[in-house]
């Protein structure tokens, strides 16, 4: 089924839970930049039509004339004549030859054509990537938010315990007091953490304006990456990468500018074809002895073969050519500096992806010691073996690292999908395809 206009298709993804896909489905499909794009990928394909139309096929036109006409001319002896002046005439016109800049101004818009439509992918994978980055944020951050709200609620408890023992007599002023003021503190990295949770949702609601329930989001589902070996998705993203691939597009398009160029050297080679029925051309008017038909006929047809050869032009030509190839050089050097910028982001992505694995299980270790640590120190602090001071530091230890491990957690996520956005897969492991 033949599609006229481009498409955003988002489709469920295998990858990532389905209340993602859905909120950036939505998003993409009303998207003024992607919209943009898609107007910009239509205007190219029609230019290309009429491009191959007026290259490729013939022209036709039919000349048609009429009207009065006051005459003095020799061929009535210098009278006066009016008279009904009237011209018909149809012309078929064929290039045959152009000094071969129709074929490559055709191959040049084939490649702007390709150009905008990998602008368009890599509009697309941006703002899924700012969408993406943006999703795991709010997880993180609500999570965070989560743990802030059970620490606070522990504290409280520890705080009605203390002051408890205190009024029995159990407990000195000054641990009664530090623990209140641990209260106050924990109650004060709650609001942070909930400002940070608002925030993250504010922007993912710039992003994504039809957002639901934020409550409801669900964690996304890392597979494998394409390879293990940064080199392999280096080399990955130099066929993948829409940014690079739009660049080459570029390149091609001015190569095919200086094919172009170069038709100045030729000559131009045309077919004209044409049928004339004219009425009254001569100027006579009237009836002479010479011309006993006042209504003078002038009719017949021609073929042509019509060679255009330009011998100097002020070396524009040559000129024209020169400033193409620097045109060229030009985007290579854009290219090769686009190479630059995505392998190094590739580097640094991928070293920070390793890490954070690294840390990630090292940090469920250091959760799991900690967690048993203040379950011990509970239990000894009911036998009177702790101090209050030593359950605030070990909780304090604890909380260190929930947030520690959420963090990682979700920064590995982010990571994850930076490698897949900087190889340029992350639209087709998405299942969201832009389609002509």
Same mark, same amino acid.
């Given at each position: !089924?033949?599609?006229?206009? &481009?498409?955003?298709?988002? !489709?469920?993804?295998?990858?990532?839970?389905?209340?993602?896909?859905?909120?950036?489905?939505?998003?993409?499909?009303?998207?003024?930049?992607?919209?943009?794009?898609?107007?910009?990928?239509?205007?190219?394909?029609?230019?290309?039509?009429?491009?191959?139309? +007026?290259?490729?096929?013939?022209?036709?036109?039919?000349?048609?004339?009429?009207?009065? #006409?006051?005459?003095?001319?020799?061929?009535?002896?210098?009278?006066?004549?009016?008279?009904?002046?009237?011209?018909?005439?149809?012309?078929?016109?064929?290039?045959?030859?152009?000094?071969?800049?129709?074929?490559?101004?055709?191959?040049?818009?084939?490649?702007?054509?390709?150009?905008?439509?990998?602008?368009?992918?890599?509009?697309?994978?941006?703002?899924?990537?700012?969408?993406?980055?943006?999703?795991? #944020?709010?997880?993180?951050?609500?999570?965070?938010?989560?743990?802030?709200?059970?620490?606070?609620?522990? %504290?409280?408890?520890?705080?009605?315990?203390?002051?408890?023992?205190?009024?029995?007599?159990?407990?000195?002023?000054?641990?009664?007091?530090?623990?209140?003021?641990?209260?106050?503190?924990?109650?004060?990295?709650?609001? !942070?953490?909930?400002?940070?949770?608002?925030?993250?949702? %504010?922007?993912?609601?710039?992003?994504?304006?039809?957002?639901?329930?934020?409550?409801?989001?669900?964690?996304?589902?890392?597979?494998?990456?394409?390879?293990?070996?940064?080199?392999?998705?280096?080399?990955?993203?130099?066929?993948?990468?829409?940014?690079?691939?739009?660049?080459?597009?570029?390149?091609?398009?001015?190569?095919?500018?200086?094919?172009?160029?170069?038709? *100045?050297?030729?000559?131009?080679?045309?077919?004209?074809?044409?049928?004339?029925?004219?009425? +009254?051309?001569?100027?006579?008017?009237?009836?002479?002895?010479? +011309?006993?038909?006042?209504?003078?006929?002038?009719?017949?047809?021609?073929?042509?073969?019509?060679?255009? @050869?330009?011998?100097?032009?002020?070396?524009?030509?040559?000129?024209?050519? #020169?400033?193409?190839?620097?045109?060229?050089?030009?985007?290579?050097?854009?290219?090769?500096?686009?190479?630059? %910028?995505?392998?190094?982001?590739?580097?640094?992505?991928?070293?920070?992806?390793?890490?954070?694995?690294?840390?990630?299980?090292?940090?469920?270790? %250091?959760?799991?010691?900690? /967690?048993?640590?203040?379950?011990?120190?509970?239990?000894?602090?009911?036998? *009177?073996?702790?101090?209050?001071?030593?359950?605030?530091?070990?909780?304090?230890?604890?909380?260190?690292?929930?947030?520690?491990?959420?963090?990682? /957690?979700?920064?590995?996520?982010?990571?994850?999908?930076?490698?897949? @956005?900087?190889?340029?897969? &992350?639209?087709?492991? !998405?299942?969201?395809?832009?389609?002509?």
């Amino acid at each position: !089924m033949k599609i006229n206009r &481009l498409l955003l298709l988002v !489709m469920p993804s295998f990858l990532l839970a389905t209340s993602l896909n859905e909120v950036i489905q939505d998003a993409l499909y009303t998207n003024p930049q992607i919209k943009v794009k898609k107007e910009v990928v239509n205007t190219q394909v029609q230019e290309l039509k009429g491009l191959k139309g +007026n290259g490729y096929l013939p022209s036709i036109d039919l000349y048609f004339a009429i009207g009065p #006409e006051i005459t003095k001319t020799p061929a009535n002896n210098g009278e006066k004549a009016s008279l009904t002046r009237q011209e018909i005439s149809i012309t078929l016109k064929e290039n045959l030859f152009a000094g071969f800049s129709t074929k490559s101004e055709v191959k040049r818009k084939n490649f702007l054509v390709l150009s905008s439509k990998n602008d368009a992918q890599t509009v697309a994978s941006d703002f899924a990537y700012d969408a993406i980055s943006t999703y795991i #944020e709010v997880l993180k951050q609500s999570k965070l938010y989560s743990i802030a709200q059970a620490t606070t609620k522990t %504290y409280k408890e520890y705080v009605a315990k203390i002051k408890e023992r205190f009024d029995a007599g159990l407990e000195v002023h000054s641990n009664y007091i530090q623990t209140v003021a641990r209260l106050e503190n924990v109650k004060n990295l709650e609001l !942070m953490a909930k400002q940070d949770y608002q925030t993250a949702v %504010y922007q993912l609601q710039r992003l994504l304006p039809k957002l639901q329930d934020p409550s409801k989001f669900e964690d996304p589902i890392l597979h494998k990456l394409p390879s293990s070996k940064i080199e392999d998705l280096i080399k990955l993203a130099w066929v993948s990468n829409p940014k690079i691939l739009k660049q080459q597009n570029i390149i091609d398009a001015q190569q095919e500018s200086v094919r172009t160029s170069k038709s *100045g050297y030729y000559p131009t080679v045309d077919l004209i074809l044409k049928a004339y029925n004219n009425k +009254n051309v001569g100027g006579v008017g009237y009836s002479t002895p010479e +011309n006993p038909n006042p209504i003078d006929t002038d009719e017949g047809y021609n073929a042509l073969f019509v060679v255009n @050869y330009n011998l100097f032009k002020g070396l524009s030509t040559d000129a024209a050519v #020169e400033s193409a190839k620097h045109k060229v050089l030009k985007e290579q050097e854009s290219l090769r500096d686009t190479k630059l %910028y995505i392998q190094s982001s590739l580097k640094i992505a991928f070293d920070k992806y390793k890490t954070l694995q690294k840390r990630y299980e090292i940090v469920k270790r %250091y959760l799991k010691a900690s /967690k048993q640590t203040r379950t011990d120190y509970l239990d000894e602090y009911e036998l *009177g073996g702790r101090t209050i001071t030593d359950i605030l530091g070990v909780e304090s230890e604890y909380d260190s690292a929930k947030n520690l491990e959420v963090t990682l /957690k979700y920064d590995q996520m982010k990571s994850y999908y930076e490698l897949l @956005y900087h190889t340029g897969l &992350l639209l087709s492991e !998405m299942n969201i395809v832009v389609e002509q």
